[in-house]
Nanobody, 118 residues
């Protein structure tokens, strides 16, 4: 059974940085894509970034491009989201996800809260 556990979320001031981690277990992920999503209060969940498990082909939402970096550490079965130059509008619960096939996000973590104060 796939399990994803996020960590690293906390309260941070605008302009600050955070690194989120997602520890994955339960299967081999070598042919899969890992993603980060977020959901702000009163809004729908939105895509943030994704990367192939091998570490190639990262891609980002326009709203975070140039500020966030997604990376993977295969030996640790962990995916990271480095977030720099944080803005109050980045405040959300951040979720890690794994696809079961391209475009189908089948597995989700429980989320970690990121709050950016102005």
């Amino acid at each position: 059974q796939v399990q994803l556990v996020e960590s690293g979320g906390r309260l941070v001031q605008a302009g600050g940085s955070l690194r989120l981690s997602c520890a994955a277990s339960g299967r081999t992920f070598s042919s899969h894509t890992m993603g980060w999503f977020r959901q702000a209060p009163g809004k729908e969940r939105e895509f943030v970034a994704a990367i192939s498990w091998s570490g190639g082909n990262p891609y980002y939402a326009d709203s975070v491009k140039g500020r966030f970096t997604i990376s993977s550490a295969n030996t640790k079965n962990t995916v990271y989201l480095q977030m720099n130059s944080l803005k109050p509008e980045d405040t959300a619960v951040y979720y890690c996800a794994v696809d079961s096939e391209p475009g189908s996000w089948a597995y989700w973590g429980q989320g970690t809260q990121v709050t950016v104060s102005s």
